[in-house]
């Protein structure tokens, strides 16, 4: 970056800020190119744009001129994003006809969160970036971690590298779900239940839930919304816990409470009971927002990317990754005997 730009930048705060957020678009932009090459295609754009961040990182690193809209990105988009993934889950059917699945949710949940935790510790693995993959495996992958790591102080760049590892091994599970699916004796909508009780990411759900036919998809993304449904208790079971330590420390750390996710509920009502009954969808106009929802969440986690040093991945990351290896295997084995 030439000085004369840095200069302006310096001067013009709006100016920095503005490029600062096109910044992480434009790597937004490179991340839905780069997931269009086949092998990429598999992982997706998320996942391929923290990788291209993270590389930018390594080779020039981070662009501090423009830190104002990076940090812009990284925050208020991604609660921004946050609050319109609440549009892709129906309430009114997940109490209609997955009150069933939920309590599977449950047990799904609470294992994966507390045996990682468990494991971390055994593993003697970094505390924070395992408990994010305990939540993203046990929950919704990169939209969980993105939702509870502000309400447990998690640093960007554990949010990043939670969200990085999550996306490569869910893919993982995915196909590894579409071989060994047609070998496991089980009916086209047990399998969905399966998939859909396991599996990290909605997108993970589609992809090993698909091949199996319509049943099993639909059965299996209903299973998969009751996990999205559970974030937000889940939520504020972590800001319990989060009070708690910090009324019992010095009282300085006070817990910001998470009004984003008062937006995600608000969004799932309006979806839910407003959207399609008072209010026309078009499914044109819903695939649209779901879109700039992708691109938004991208956009943010492009911020988080840029955090990260290869440098202190190569020492922090293995552990959390095989503890969570091992975590999704038995989540895996756990959902198929609740079948």
């Known amino acids: 970056m030439s000085n004369r730009l840095h200069s302006f930048l310096h001067n013009h705060a709006w100016g920095a800020w503005t ?88 047990i799904i949940i609470a294992f994966a969160v507390l045996f990682m935790v468990w494991l971390a510790k055994l593993l003697k693995a970094d505390k924070m970036i395992s408990l994010l993959l305990g939540i993203g495996t046990g929950v919704c992958g990169a939209a969980a971690i993105a939702a509870i790591a502000p309400t447990v102080k998690a640093k960007d760049e554990d949010t990043a590298i939670g969200v990085g590892i999550i996306a490569l091994m869910g893919t993982v599970f995915a196909i590894g779900y579409t071989i060994i699916g047609p070998l496991l004796p089980m009916s086209p909508v047990d399998y969905g239940v399966w998939s859909g009780t396991s599996l990290h990411e909605l997108a993970h759900v589609a992809i090993a839930a698909a091949p199996a036919g319509d049943e099993a998809l639909a059965i299996g993304l209903l299973a998969k919304l009751g996990r999205v449904f559970l974030l937000v208790p889940l939520a504020f079971i972590f800001i319990f816990i989060m009070k708690r330590k910090s009324d019992g420390s010095t009282g300085q750390n006070s817990v910001p409470f998470p009004w984003f996710l008062i937006g995600f509920i608000l969004m799932s009502v309006f979806g839910s009971f407003v959207l399609g009954k008072f209010i026309p969808a078009p499914a044109g106009v819903m695939e649209g927002i779901y879109s700039v929802t992708t691109w938004i969440l991208t956009a943010a986690m492009v911020g988080l990317g840029l955090n990260v040093s290869l440098r202190d991945l190569r020492h922090r990351a293995m552990k959390p990754l095989l503890a969570m290896t091992l975590t999704s295997v038995f989540v895996s084995i756990i959902a198929y005997l609740l079948i």
């Open 19 to 106: 490029l600062g957020i096109l910044f992480t678009f434009a790597i937004a932009l490179a991340g839905y190119l780069l997931a269009l090459l086949p092998g990429f295609n598999q992982i997706g754009q998320l996942a391929s744009a923290i990788i291209i961040a993270v590389i930018y990182r390594q080779f020039f690193g981070y662009p501090e001129a423009i830190r104002s809209g990076i940090t812009f990105s990284s925050q208020k988009l991604l609660r921004l994003a946050i609050i319109l993934y609440g549009l892709k889950l129906s309430i009114d059917t997940v109490f209609q006809d997955g009150l069933g699945l939920l309590a599977r949710d449950i």
